[in-house]
């Protein structure tokens, strides 16, 4: 991944786990997906950037055999998007994760949204090996 991290993105992703499956073609996503638990209790839909995304996937979903990646354009909901730490607290970045783009649209996210979607295995040599065969055009800055 070559991007310039100082640009603003060109999109942003959104991690499902298997538990709560969603349709891979974006046409047949209904017009609000179920919201997770952390979503509803934070207020606003927890999103990561691609770079975030290895981190995410071992922090949060290192149990998960199976997730579906989730593709928003940024420029979209740039208007609605909060660049925040990970607990929504807006202040510098700690140590080392960045910060986070959190979506504030009443945790509205379905077909209007999602631009595509990608599923992801997690196997033998974990989560690194899944998103490197994984098909690299779609994981993009």
Same mark, same amino acid.
């Given at each position: 991944m070559a991007?310039?991290?100082?640009?603003? /993105?060109?999109? @942003?992703?959104?991690?499902?786990?298997?538990?709560?499956? %969603? /349709?891979?073609?974006?046409?047949?996503? /209904?017009?609000?997906?179920?919201?997770?638990a952390?979503d509803?209790?934070?207020?606003? %839909?927890?999103l990561?950037?691609?770079v975030? @995304? /290895? #981190?995410?996937?071992?922090?949060?979903f290192?149990?998960?055999?199976?997730v579906?990646?989730?593709?928003?354009?940024?420029?979209?909901?740039?208007?609605?998007?909060?660049w925040?730490?990970?607990k929504?607290?807006?202040?510098g970045?700690? #140590?080392?994760?960045?910060?986070?783009?959190?979506?504030?649209?009443?945790?509205k996210l379905?077909?209007?949204?999602?631009?595509? %979607?990608?599923?992801?295995?997690?196997?033998e040599?974990? *989560?690194?090996?899944a998103?490197?065969?994984?098909n #690299?055009? *779609?994981? %993009? *800055?």
């Open positions: 991007e310039s991290l100082s640009s603003k /993105p060109n999109y @942003i992703y959104k991690i499902v786990p298997s538990s709560a499956p %969603v /349709p891979l073609n974006p046409a047949d996503l /209904p017009e609000r997906l179920p919201v997770s952390i509803q209790n934070s207020g606003f %839909v927890h990561s950037t691609s975030q @995304i /290895p #981190g995410t996937l071992k922090f949060f290192k149990d998960d055999s199976l579906f990646i989730l593709r928003i354009k940024y420029d979209a909901f740039e208007d609605k998007i909060r925040e730490d990970p929504a607290e807006v202040c970045p700690r #140590g080392g994760e960045g910060m986070f783009p959190h979506l504030y649209n009443e945790l379905g077909k209007d949204e999602i631009d595509r %979607v990608e599923i992801l295995e997690n196997g040599g974990g *989560w690194d090996a998103l490197e065969k994984a #690299g055009d *779609w994981l %993009v *800055w």
